[in-house]
C-alpha cells in the first residue's frame, strides 16, 4: 500500500494548490474530510491548516440553524430574508432578477460565515402532487436551467458556492429514500437532466447534490454513470459532488463513483471503511485523493470568498423581496376587468390567509424571516374603506357562521378580495399531496361571499397547482400568488391597485383535474419503483400532444394592458436561431410582456412534442411603445437525444418557430430550414431496409446492388409499396428467401459497402 510522505510545515491553504495540499495528507486525513465533522460543517484537519466550512440549507433564504440540526426546520435558525420560493420565481421569467435575488442570498450567506448555500434546486414538475414542488422552478427544463443559471451566478458572484440538487430525477417525496426512478434514455436527458447540464455548463455550481433515490435501479450517490461519465466528463463539471443529508447508501461504492463528501456527519464510522478498503486492496488510495483533493479545493474558494465582518442591509433585501413577489404574481382571469382595483373602492377582504400569511413551504428550507407583510395590513394602507372577515379557519377548527358572516361583510363593498390557499400542514418536504383540492370550508366561504357580491376576486397562496373548477366558476378575477416570501402581502396589495402591473407568467400548466395530468397512473409507482410512463410528455408537451383542455396553459399570465405581436423573421445560423419580432403595447399603461419562443418539427422521423420551449424574453414597454424582441435559440437546443448512437442529434427539416403568450396563446409563426448533423450509423444483418434506405450513402449501396436484379429484389428498391411493406424487414434475413438473389457473400459485401461512408 502507498503510504502518503507528511512534512513537518504542511503547505498553506491560501497558496498551495489542492494537489499539494493532499499529497502532504495521511489516509486517515484524507478520508476524514470526505465527511461531515457535524450536522453542517465539513472536518477541518489543523496540522495541515485546513478548516471546517459551513453548507446550509437555502434555497430561497438562508436557514443557519443557532444549536443542533435537524434538517427539517424544527430548530431555530437565524433571521435572514425569506425570498419568494422557487414555485413562484419560477413564473417571474426573469433571469435578471434572479441573479440579483441569488447576491442578496450570497450577502446574507457571507454575513453568516456560510460557505455553501444548499440550492437551488431544479427537479421537474414531473406531478403536480409532487409535495416539494414549492422548491422547484418548472416542468419544463429550459426554464429551470435558464433560471437555476441565474440563481447560481448570483449566488456565486459573492464568493458563496452553490449546491445544484437534487441530482438525478428526484420528482416525488414518497419513498425519496429508496424509489427507483425508472426513466426511458430520451426522457432522462430531454426533460430530467437537461436543465441540470445547462446550469453545469453555463454556471459551474461549487458543488451539486445528488440525490436520495435510485435511478433505473442504481442509487445515485453510488452511480459513476451519472456522477462521472454524464456529470463530469460529459458536462466539464469541475466542482464538488455532495450527498443529501442521509443520503450515502455504501460510502467506498460512492466515492469511487464519484461522491466526494458525504453529509452529515457519520462519527468517523464510514471514514473508517474508506481506510479498510483501501488498506484491503479493494478500492485505490487515488480515490480517495480525489474526493479529499475536490473537498479541498471547496474549502479554499470558500476561504478566498469569506468577508469577515460583512453585513446586509435588511431593508434592501426585503424590498427586493418584495420586488421579486411582484414579478411572479400571475393573474390568471380578470373579467370586467374588475382589476385593478380603484383607490376610493371599498373592498371587503376575506380569508384567514390575508392576515395570517402563508409565504413558503415546510420543510429543510423553512426561513426564520427578518419581517413578514400580511395584505391585509397592505390593502388596508393603500384603500378607503377597507373591512375584514376571516371566512373560514386554516386549520380545520370549527368555523361555524364564519362564512355568512364574511357574505354579509362582502355585501356591504363594492368589491369582495377572497384569499384562499392550502394549509401548510398539506404541502411538505417529506410527503405528496393527496389531491389538488382546496379544502371544502373555504370553498364554501367562497360560495357564500360570490353569492353575496359579484364583484369577487381570489387571490391564491399554495406551494403546487390546484384545481380551480369551482375557483373560476365562482370569482370575476383569480390572482395566482403562489408562495412569495415575506414580502408577498405588499407584493399582492401592490398589484391589487394596480400599482404594479402584473407580469407573471406560468411556469407549470394548472389542469382540469388530476386524473388528466400526464403521470396520474404512475404516480408514486409501487414497490420501491416508479415507471416514468409518460416519456417526454411531461407538463403541457402532454397536453398539447392530446388536444386536451387545461384550465390555465404553460406560458398564461394576464396583464392590465394588451400586447400585439408582429414582423416575426427567423434566421439559422451555426449557432443556433435568431427570432426577431416587434411587439406593441397596445394599451394605456405601462406593462411588461414575455415572449416565449416555441419550437416543433412537423414531419419528424422521431416521436417529439408538438412545440417545446426554447426561448423567452421579457420586454417592458409603456403605453403605446413597440420594440423589437430579439430570442436566441441555441442550436443545442433542437437537438434531441439520438438512442442509436447515446448522443445529441439535431434533425434536419423545416422548423415550425411559434412565438406567443403562451403554449396556448400562439401570436405569430415562421418556418425555418435547419441543416442536420450527420449520423453515421454502423449496419449489421439485423438492420432493417428501412434504417438503411433512409441513409444516403449506404441506401445508395443498396440500391445499386440491387439494380440489375429481378423480381422481388428489384421491388425493393423501386416499388413504393414493396419498400412500405418492407421496411422493417431485417436485411440478414433476405438471405433465407429463395429468388432474391441473396447469399451470405454477397450480403457482406452490401454492408460493407453501406459501412463505407
Given amino acids: 500500500m502507498r503510504r502518503t510522505s507528511v512534512t513537518t510545515t504542511p503547505p498553506d491553504i491560501s497558496t498551495a494548490t489542492a494537489d499539494e495540499i493532499v499529497a502532504n495528507l495521511t489516509l486517515d486525513e484524507k478520508a476524514s474530510l470526505t465527511s461531515g465533522a457535524s450536522f453542517w460543517y465539513t472536518k477541518p484537519v489543523e496540522r495541515a491548516g485546513i478548516p471546517a466550512i459551513m453548507l446550509t440549507d437555502g434555497p430561497h433564504g438562508l436557514r443557519k440553524q443557532r444549536e443542533g440540526g435537524d434538517h427539517l426546520g424544527i ?131 461549487w458543488t451539486v447534490m445528488c ?20 456529470l463530469r466528463d460529459e458536462w466539464g463539471f469541475d466542482g464538488l459532488v455532495v450527498s443529501d443529508w442521509g443520503a450515502v447508501n455504501d460510502r467506498v461504492t460512492g466515492v469511487v463513483a464519484g461522491l466526494d463528501l458525504e453529509m452529515p456527519s457519520s462519527g468517523g464510522r464510514t471514514d473508517a471503511q474508506l481506510v479498510a478498503a483501501v488498506q484491503d486492496g479493494r478500492i485505490a488510495e487515488a480515490s480517495i485523493d480525489t474526493a479529499a483533493r475536490r473537498v479541498v479545493d471547496l474549502v479554499q474558494k470558500s476561504v478566498a470568498g469569506a468577508r469577515a465582518g460583512h453585513s446586509f442591509d435588511v431593508d434592501t433585501h426585503h424590498a427586493l423581496a418584495r420586488e421579486a413577489a411582484e414579478r411572479s404574481v400571475v393573474l390568471l382571469k380578470n373579467e370586467g376587468p374588475v382589476l385593478p382595483l380603484a383607490p376610493e373602492a371599498s373592498v371587503a377582504v376575506i380569508g384567514e ?91 364554501a366561504a367562497l360560495e357564500a361571499v360570490a353569492a353575496a357580491n359579484p364583484n369577487t376576486v381570489v387571490v391564491l397562496s399554495n406551494g403546487g397547482v390546484v384545481r380551480l373548477g369551482d375557483v373560476d366558476r365562482l370569482a370575476r378575477a383569480i390572482v395566482e400568488g403562489w408562495l412569495l416570501g415575506q414580502a408577498g402581502g405588499s407584493a399582492i396589495a401592490n398589484v391589487l391597485f394596480g400599482v404594479v402591473n402584473p407580469a407573471g407568467r406560468l411556469a407549470e400548466t394548472i389542469p382540469v383535474r388530476i386524473e388528466d395530468t400526464p403521470a396520474f397512473l404512475d404516480f408514486p409507482g409501487e414497490n420501491s419503483h416508479v415507471r416514468y410512463g409518460e416519456g417526454l410528455f411531461v407538463g403541457y408537451r402532454w397536453y398539447d400532444a392530446r388536444s386536451m383542455a387545461v384550465h390555465f396553459p404553460f406560458g398564461h399570465g394576464l396583464s392590465y394592458t394588451e400586447f400585439a405581436y408582429s414582423d416575426l423573421s427567423v434566421a439559422a445560423t451555426d449557432a443556433g436561431l435568431t427570432a426577431r419580432l416587434t411587439v406593441t403595447n397596445t394599451g394605456e399603461r405601462a406593462g411588461r410582456e414575455v415572449v416565449q419562443a416555441y419550437v416543433g418539427l412537423p414531419g419528424s422521423s422521431i416521436v417529439r412534442a408538438q412545440r417545446e420551449l426554447k426561448g423567452f424574453q421579457a420586454v417592458d414597454l409603456d403605453a403605446g411603445e413597440s420594440r423589437v424582441v430579439e430570442i436566441a435559440i441555441r442550436r443545442a437546443d433542437l437537438a434531441y437525444w439520438d438512442v442509436r448512437v447515446d448522443d445529441w442529434t439535431v434533425e434536419g427539416g423545416e422548423y415550425r418557430v411559434e412565438i406567443g403568450a403562451s403554449s396556448r396563446d400562439i401570436r405569430v409563426t415562421e418556418t425555418v430550414a435547419v441543416d442536420g448533423d450527420v449520423v453515421k450509423l454502423t449496419f449489421d444483418r439485423n438492420s432493417s431496409i428501412g434504417e438503411i434506405l433512409a441513409d444516403e450513402t449506404a441506401g445508395a449501396a443498396l440500391t445499386a446492388a440491387f439494380s440489375g436484379a429481378d423480381g422481388p429484389a428489384k421491388a425493393l428498391t423501386e416499388s413504393p409499396e414493396m419498400i412500405r411493406m418492407m421496411a422493417s424487414f431485417p436485411i440478414g434475413r433476405l438471405a433465407t428467401f429463395p429468388g432474391m438473389g441473396i447469399d451470405d457473400e454477397s450480403l457482406d459485401a452490401l454492408l460493407a459497402a453501406a459501412n463505407a461512408r
Avoid at 427544463?141 to 430525477?169: C, E, I, M, N
Avoid at 441540470?196 to 455550481?205: G, I, K, L
Avoid at 445515485?220 to 462521472?228: A, F, G, K, N, V
Wanted: glycine share 10%.
Fill in 353 to 443: 390567509f390575508a392576515r395570517t400569511p402563508r409565504f413558503q413551504g415546510a420543510g429543510s428550507s423553512l426561513i426564520n424571516p427578518t419581517r413578514v407583510d400580511d395584505a391585509l395590513a397592505a390593502i388596508t394602507g393603500l384603500g378607503g374603506d377597507v373591512a375584514f372577515a376571516p371566512g373560514f379557519t386554516i386549520d380545520g377548527s370549527d368555523d361555524t357562521g364564519l362564512a355568512t358572516a364574511a357574505a354579509e361583510v362582502a355585501a356591504q363593498h363594492d368589491v369582495a378580495v377572497v384569499f384562499l390557499g392550502l394549509p401548510a400542514e398539506l404541502e411538505s418536504e417529506g410527503f405528496d399531496r393527496d389531491d389538488i383540492e382546496l379544502p371544502a370550508n373555504q370553498i
Fill in 211 to 230: 440525490s436520495y433515490n435510485r435511478l433505473n435501479g442504481v442509487w445515485t450517490s453510488e452511480d459513476p454513470w451519472l456522477l462521472t461519465s454524464v
Fill in 75 to 205: 430548530a431555530d435558525s437565524v433571521p435572514a430574508t425569506c425570498f419568494p420560493p422557487a414555485v413562484a420565481l419560477g413564473s417571474s421569467f426573469d433571469p435578471e432578477l434572479l441573479e440579483r435575488v441569488g447576491a442578496a442570498l450570497g450577502d446574507e450567506s457571507l454575513a453568516e460565515n456560510v460557505a455553501v448555500l444548499l440550492g437551488p434546486g431544479i427537479n421537474i414538475k414531473r406531478s403536480p402532487l409532487c409535495g416539494r414542488n414549492f422548491e422547484y422552478l418548472s416542468e419544463d427544463p429550459l426554464v429551470s436551467g435558464v433560471l437555476g443559471t441565474a440563481l447560481v451566478r448570483g449566488l456565486q458572484s459573492r464568493g458563496v458556492g452553490a449546491s445544484l440538487k437534487h441530482f438525478a430525477a428526484n420528482n416525488q417525496e414518497a419513498d425519496r429514500l429508496r424509489v427507483s426512478a425508472d426513466v426511458d434514455p430520451r426522457p432522462l436527458r430531454e426533460i430530467y437532466l437537461r436543465g441540470f447540464q445547462r446550469v453545469v455548463e453555463d454556471a459551474q455550481p
